[in-house]
C-alpha cells in the first residue's frame, strides 16, 4: 500500500515538470552550430586615402562705424554683395548659410578710469560650399573683390563620404583575414569561419586648410592658390575566427 502511494506521488511530480521543461524548449532559439575549433579574435584597421571633391569655407565681411547702426549699415551692404558674387560663382542658395552675426562696442581702455567707447565693429560671416572643388580659388577671389575681408579657413571633404568609408570597411575585413592566416598557419590550422563581427568607429575628417584674415584690394590679383591633397578614410572591426 505504501509503495503504490510512493508511486502515484513521482507520477504526479513527473507531470508536472513535463511541460516546463517543453516550454524551455520552445523558447529557446535557433542553436548555431557548436564551435569545434580553436576561436581567434582580430583587431584591424582600413584605410583609403582620396581626393576630396568638395570644400567648405568660412568668410564675411567685418566693419566698423561710429555707431552701431552704421557699422552694420554698412556690413549689410557689403555683405549683400558677397552672397551675390557667391552665387554668381555657381554657388547654390542651398550651399550658403549664415554662420555668424554680431556687433560689438571697440572700447579704449585707461588707468584707473573706466573705458570709453571709441565706436562700434560688425562682423558677418557665412559657410558656403563649393562642390566644384577646382573652382575655390576663385570663388575666394570673387568674394573678397566683392567686398569681403575675412577668410577663416577651408575644409575639403567628400560629397559622398560613405563610398569612401565602404572602401575602408572591406579593407578593414581583407586585413583581418589575412592576420587570421597567420595566426592559423602558425598553430598549424586553419580558418574555418567567422564566428562574429562587430564595427568600431570609421573617421574621415575633414581637411583643414587655415587662412589668415585677409584685407580685399583694389588691384586684381590671380586667384590664390588651394590645393585640396588627399583624405584618409580608417574603418576598424574586431572578427572572431574558429581555427581548426
Known amino acids: 500500500m505504501k509503495t503504490l502511494r510512493l508511486a502515484a506521488a513521482f507520477a504526479v511530480m513527473v507531470g508536472l515538470t513535463a511541460p516546463q521543461a517543453s516550454l524551455a524548449q520552445q523558447t529557446q532559439g535557433p542553436m548555431l552550430p557548436a564551435i569545434q575549433g580553436t576561436l581567434l579574435s582580430v583587431s584591424a584597421e582600413g584605410k583609403v586615402e582620396g581626393r576630396p571633391d568638395m570644400a567648405t569655407i568660412n568668410l564675411g565681411v567685418q566693419t566698423e562705424g561710429q555707431t552701431a ?3 552694420l549699415q554698412a556690413n549689410s551692404q ?31 581702455y585707461r588707468e584707473n578710469l573706466p573705458p570709453i567707447t ?7 560671416t557665412v559657410t558656403a560650399k563649393i562642390r566644384n572643388i577646382d573652382n575655390t580659388g576663385r570663388v575666394i577671389d570673387a568674394t573678397v573683390s566683392a567686398g569681403g575681408n575675412t577668410v577663416n579657413g577651408v ?17 578593414a575585413i581583407t586585413e583581418a583575414r589575412r592576420r ?13 569561419r567567422v564566428v562574429a563581427v562587430q564595427e568600431g568607429g570609421g573617421y574621415s575628417p575633414p581637411f583643414p586648410m587655415p587662412m ?16 585640396p591633397g588627399q583624405i584618409e578614410t580608417t574603418a576598424n572591426v574586431s572578427v572572431t575566427f574558429e581555427l581548426r
Do not use: K, W
Not at 549683400?80 to 571697440?106: H, K
Not at 584685407?215 to 592658390?225: L, N
Open 78 to 108: 557689403r555683405m549683400t554683395a558677397l552672397i551675390a558674387a557667391l552665387r554668381r560663382s555657381g554657388i547654390a542658395e542651398r550651399d550658403i548659410q549664415t554662420s555668424n552675426v554680431s556687433v560689438n562696442p571697440q572700447q579704449q
Open 118 to 124: 571709441t565706436g562700434y565693429q560688425a562682423n558677418n
Open 180 to 192: 587570421a592566416e597567420i595566426y592559423a598557419s602558425a598553430l598549424n590550422m586553419h580558418v574555418a
Open 155 to 171: 575644409y575639403f571633404s567628400y560629397q559622398n563620404p560613405d563610398a569612401q568609408m565602404d572602401i575602408a570597411r572591406r579593407n
Open 212 to 227: 589668415a584674415r585677409m584685407a580685399a584690394q583694389a588691384d586684381a590679383a590671380p586667384p590664390p592658390p588651394v590645393e
Open 69 to 71: 547702426q552704421a557699422a
